[in-house]
Structure formats: C-alpha cells, structure tokens
C-alpha cells in the first residue's frame, strides 16, 4: 500500500473525536504521529504483550476535548517491529472494542524519530459515566490512548486480579470504606459514594494479555521490602499510556487501565504487623477459615452432612498440608483461648478434629466443642477452645428456624452458643457463634432484593436472623444463669447496616465501635474495606473487656501468599512459618478479663 500525501493524513483527534465512541468507526483511516507505548507482539520487549502500540500526535489541535493518543492494533501489519521514539505512519480501519478506539492496521511505515512528552493526569477525573456494564467509571475519555504520567502518590485497594491478570486497583485515598461502613444506608447517598470512589481510581495493569504470568509482576519492586504490596501501600513515579478496555476473566471490570512504560515504586505505609500482645487471661478470637475442608476437593459432590454437596477449600493434599499449616499458625500466634470458627467443614467431626490436632502441634493442648454436623449446609461454625485457660459450662445451643422462624437457616448459617468458665477465677460468660448470609448471591425469591442502598443482597434475611439472635440470647440458651454474653462471627453486614444496628438497639456493645475507632476493617471487596467479622457484647461482658484488635493478616495481602497452588503458581512463595493470607477475613481478637463469679 502506498503511503498516504501528507493532506490525506488524519490527525489522531479526528480519529477520536469528542465523543466516548470515534466518528469514523468502520471507515478507513490514516495517521501518523510518534510511539509511545510498544506493546507489539513478538518482538524482543517479552514483558509487554498487547498486539499493539501507541502512538501520540505530532501537533496536538489544542481542543481539550479530543485525546491525541491512539492504540494500534497491528497483528495484521505483516510484522514492522516498532519501537518508543519512532515516528510512524500507520493505515487502517477505525474500530471500537469494548468502548476504546483502535486502529487496526494492515500498513505501517517507520520515517523517523523523535521524543514525546508525558501528559499530567492529576485524580480524582473532573467527572463520571457508565460504562456498558452499567457500572460508574471515570470519564478520562479526552486521555485515551495517551501518554501519561500521574504526579500524585496513588494507594493499592485491590489485589484480587494480581496474581493471575497483574492487576492492581488504586485511589487517592489511602483506603476506601464500604458505603456502609461509615454511613447509614441511604440509595441517593450511595449513588454519590459510587461516583466519589469511580472519579478517584485507576487500574494499574501490567501490559499483557497472557494470564499467569511467571514471574508476577509488581512484587518486590523498589520499597515493598521484597514482598507484594499490601492494602494502603502507596505507588509511585507512574508513567504510562492510558487505555479503555475490559480485564481478563469472567469477571473482568470495563474500565481506564495504566500500562506501565516505566516500572512503578512501592512504597511500604502498611507494614505487615506484629502478633497482637493483648493483656488478658481470656482471649476469644472470631476467625472465618475461607473453607477448612479435610475432605480433598476432587470435584465430586461428596461432601455437606448427606454427602451430596460439592466440597470446597483445598484440591489436593498438598494444599490441605499448606492450608492446615498456616491457619495453626495464625491461631497460635494470636494468642486465642477460644476460637469461633466459621466456613468448616460441616461434617460430623473429621474436620474440626482435624484442626484441633494442628493447633495441638504448634504447642499446647486444644479441644473442640463436638456438636455434630449443625444445618444443611457445606459449611458451619464451630468452636475450638484451650482448656487450660477455659472449660465448658453445660451443653451447647443452637439456634435455627426449628427455635426462631424468622433465623432462615435455609441461607443463614446456624449460629452455636457454648457457656464457658475461666479456670483462672471461675468466671462465666457465653460464647454465641456466627455466620450470617452473604451477599454475594440474591434472596429476590423470598420478597428481600437488593435496595440499591448499600447494604447489598439479602439485607432483611440478615437482620431478622440478628432479631431472633439478640431474643434467643435473652432465654439464656445454654442456661448459665449468667448475664455475660459475647456475639462473635462474619455477620456479612457492615458497622452503619441493619443487622448490625439491630443487635446494638437490642442492648449489646459494639465492641469495633467503642474499642478500635473508626477505621475497621476485617474484609476487602472490589477495592473497598470494611468490617464483615465482629464482636459486641452483653453490657456486662463489655464492662469486663480489656482490648480489641482487629489482626490484619489477611485482608491486606495479596491471595499470592495462601495455600493455593493452582495455574502454575511458584510452591516458593508459600512461607510454611508465616501467617499471612491464612483466610481473606482478619481475624478479630477479644482481651477478657473475667470477674469472678
């Protein structure tokens, strides 16, 4: 193809134009303009895998509005290897895929060389818009396909996509709060919190397509004391060309994606933290376990009390060998005399007995409180307990829809309570056990939707299990004739939600309220924090706590560091010592000391 005259050139903005979509989708076009992002396939730059590059106008037409940069996608340009500083012509046709304009080219021409500069993005984006998921994003529309450099420190919020996609989420906030954590549910105020976190995010990508990458990129890069970031690290010294595409995966988000032209600096402001020194004679820890399963995941449906359910947790022994090693060792650490667990095995004992004899290994004697399995599910709470610190006090309780119609234990899990005595002092109080329903699928089927207020799927089902879980409390359930009362376990509402406030109108403490301030957090979620686990008290039991401590273990890390070995991943990053990503709750740490009774 012969190249085109100078005037037949169309300037990159014309491309773009002033809209989200390029006025000359489907048509022909040529351009020219300098490189400034190589992402070419094939090449000798393996690192950057995009079937592509950037390019950035030579003449910039000064209209705010239109972008001056360009994504080529040049598989089909019969292989011109490309590279920063070049200037190139390039003759295609204009396309949209998934809301970001692309040159597919079939002819590209090196004729020259030159240098480009970095355009400023400064955050939070002047304004937002829907992407075609519906979902709030950034309107950055004017810098697509631009060089960029951000001369604002950014902080990580999310490391889910990390590991297999080399993604990393970041704000300018240091951490941003589920809606709900901090507010009282409210849809008009929700939307605006929407809109608040979308203006002030970007993804920070790593330039390839392929899944899995070895190494992983991001960790140990300059400042992040050779580990992968954690929640609230700060990034820095960003620079790279600014694209709208979808991530990999089911999953994937539709949004603005930074990829690097230059390597990022981590900056540690989130140390890793120190086993907890609480001082008490008593410590009750609420640990959700993210699936202890002694039955191996073979894929079959062979586990839940009729084995017919399909298993979760580990898929081979291995993995189990990592998974029971870690969860120990973040027990043990902590410093517990009991534990409410949830997310075990809901069989008879085989699980629950299992992490008994792990905890024992590490030093010490541990027992467990034998209910049998509890309810219908694949998953149930549990107590494990050291009894040289505390013996049970009577028989355990449980409460489901048999006690209270209004507890669903068709989606709430039973909750367990169990009457201890220190063997310090012989003082009494009841542990009561819990794992309400998540939000993560509807309950639109039992008239309870999704309000749009924050508070996410199931809102209701929750609360009435909180209602029927304060009354059953009040009848002293396990008959301890004992008014000292501790609510623990992943009620999967936040601190400003209903369930939440159901139980504090009914008389107990908060004790993330009264005793930690305001930043909680035991859980994050699509670049959001909060605090899914917690612990209120009776307010004679309250009068009796001496510290709280949210352990942040879990939450914080990137799931590089759990028992998982799948898609390839490095068996070497696992440290069999340490406790971090032992679940993906925090656990939650209650200092008692007891009066006597």
Sequence with gaps: MNEPAPKDYNPISSIQGTGAASPLAGERASTRGIVTGDFQDGDANTQNNLGGFFLQSLAPDQDNRTSEGLFVFDRNAKGTDVGVGDIVTVSGSVEERFGETQLKADAVAIIGKGNATATELRLPAAGTVHNSDGT???????????????????????????E?????????????FQFTEREQPDAAGYRKHRQRVAAQVLM???GRVVQNASPVRYIGDSGSAGRAPRLSDAAESLQGVLRYSRGSGPNGLETWRLMPTSAPRFVVRNPRPEPPAIDAPIIVASFNLLNYFSTIDSGKNRCGPALDQGCRGAESAREFKRQRQRTANAIEQSGASIVGVMELENNARASVEDLTAALAATGGEWRFID????????????????????SPFGDHAILDASVDKRFDDNRNRPALAQTFRSVDNGGKFTVAVNHLKSKGSPCDDDGDPNRGDGQGNCNQTRTQAALALADWLESDPTSSGDSDILIVGDLNAYSEEDPVRALRE?????????RTGSETWSFAFRGESGALDHALA???LAAQVSEVVE?????????LYDYNLNFGRDPGLFDPDAVWRASDHDPLLVGLKLQPD
Excluded: C, K
């Design 136 to 162: 709030v994003v950034a309107d950055l529309e004017h810098l697509e396909g631009m060089f960029l450099q951000v001369p604002q420190r950014l902080f990580v919020q999310d490391l889910a996509g990390l």
């Design 538 to 540: 009776s307010p004679a």
């Design 371 to 390: 209910t049998g399995t509890i309810g219908d599910d694949v998953i149930r709470v549990g107590i494990v307990y050291r009894p040289d610190r505390v």
């Design 164 to 176: 297999r996609y080399g993604e990393i989420l970041l704000s300018t906030e240091e951490r941003q």
């Design 506 to 514: 009914a008389g107990f403490r908060d004790l993330l309220r009264t």
């Design 204 to 206: 920070l990508d790593d």
């Design 551 to 559: 352990w942040h273990i879990n939450a914080d890390e990137s799931a």
